[in-house]
């Protein structure tokens, strides 16, 4: 009986785990996302100053 609840046991830590690492890694990615549009943005704005 214990051995079945320490799989189960395992499984949910190794689950939730996995699930957390998809969710950081996420919104890493979309953070990077818009991170990347906002620099470019700024480069834009710039260029655009600079030519003026």
Known sequence: ???IL?????GYTVSR???FFYLTNHVFYQLTIQYRS????L???NTLHNSI
Request: hydrophobic share 60%.
């Open 43 to 45: 480069i834009a704005i």
């Open 38 to 41: 906002s620099l470019s943005g």
């Open 1 to 3: 009986m214990s051995f």
């Open 6 to 10: 320490f799989i189960n046991h395992f």
């Open 17 to 19: 785990k996995i699930i």
